[in-house]
């Protein structure tokens, strides 16, 4: 039989296969565990990265916005105010805008906590006025992908990223020991029926709250309060259930600016209404209450 003749130079050297093959296993290998030869630094980060890196970062939990949605275009002007002159916040679809608001008032609206629940910063944060105007081109997107409620948190969002963007603004959260309302029963007992609507239903305005229905009707009667008072109101009535609660009282700031004589006519304060037409009243009290501290703001450059 006749033995066909190869060239040498067709022929690899004996082993020279082996480890070409066994390179291949390696480079795959460390790709897939992410470490390539010559590359091990980019892996890891220096040391002196990560301690800068834990340096900059504040104790506590960080509310700076990560990776948020942002408006398109946003214009921020200082505001010189004029006597009696009023504060807007105007929040439509794509749109966000204020006149004649305080940096606070803003952070109080984009983190949605009361005015007493932020500490710190500069002095002009509670002073100082500023017209926004700021809009979002995927408005029509938005409003299809997000409930209400989703829809707003993420305004909310996006006016956070804005602050930090342009006012430079740092924040943390941190638990003090402040002043608080305990809601209880007061002397007498309740004064409201149970109610056996469904669903859930509030609505409170300047002066008034009407809440029926919910789970636990009276908790949602707290959150209230709360808001309307400034300052954290802990529900320790022990009333679960569903209930029709309605309260109306007169706030401080339409006696200050009424006449004597519509002022002495005025109807009760809101502690006051509370045990009249509730039977429930707010007892001070000191507890842990979570805090919006202000690390840094500075004033923004011009557009």
């Known amino acids: 039989m006749t033995v066909p003749h190869v060239h040498p130079k067709h022929c690899a050297p004996a082993g020279a296969i082996v480890p070409s093959v066994a390179r291949i296993v390696i480079i795959l290998v460390a790709a897939l565990i992410g470490v390539l030869p010559g590359n091990s630094q980019s892996a890891k980060p220096s040391a002196s990265n990560a301690t800068l890196a834990a340096q900059q970062q504040p104790v506590g939990k960080s509310l700076a916005p990560a990776a948020l949605s942002a408006f398109d275009v946003a214009s921020i002007h200082p505001h010189q105010p004029l006597p009696h002159e009023r504060s807007h916040i105007l929040n439509s679809n794509g749109r966000?805008?204020?006149?004649?608001?305080?940096?606070?008032?803003?952070?109080?609206?984009?983190?949605?906590?009361?005015?007493?629940?932020?500490?710190?910063?500069?002095?002009w944060l509670g002073s100082s006025r500023w017209d926004i105007e700021a809009k979002a081109e995927n408005a029509i997107d938005m409003q299809k992908a997000y409930s209400p409620a989703e829809a707003k948190l993420e305004k909310r969002r996006m006016v956070q990223s804005l602050l930090v963007e342009r006012f430079m603004l740092a924040t943390h959260t941190e638990t003090r020991e402040l002043p608080i309302y305990a809601l209880v029963v007061a002397k007498g007992g309740p004064k409201f029926l149970s109610s056996q609507a469904s669903g859930t239903m509030v609505d409170h305005g300047n002066g008034n709250i009407r809440i029926q229905g919910g789970d636990d009707t009276v908790a949602l009667l707290a959150?209230?309060?709360?808001?309307?008072?400034?300052?954290?109101?802990?529900?320790?009535?022990?009333?679960?259930?569903?209930?029709?609660l309605v309260l109306t009282w007169t706030p401080d700031d339409r006696v200050t600016t009424s006449s004597s004589s519509s002022a002495f006519d005025s109807g009760p304060s809101i502690f006051t209404a509370l045990q009249e037409q509730l039977g429930l009243k707010l007892e001070p009290q000191k507890g842990p209450v979570e805090v919006l501290v202000i690390d840094r703001a500075e004033v923004p450059s011009a557009n």
């Open 96 to 123: 966000f805008a204020t006149l004649n608001v305080s940096l606070k008032a803003i952070i109080q609206w984009a983190f949605d906590i009361p005015e007493g629940r932020i500490i710190g910063g500069p002095s």
């Open 223 to 244: 959150e209230e309060l709360a808001e309307a008072l400034g300052r954290v109101v802990v529900d320790k009535t022990g009333m679960e259930g569903r209930y029709k």
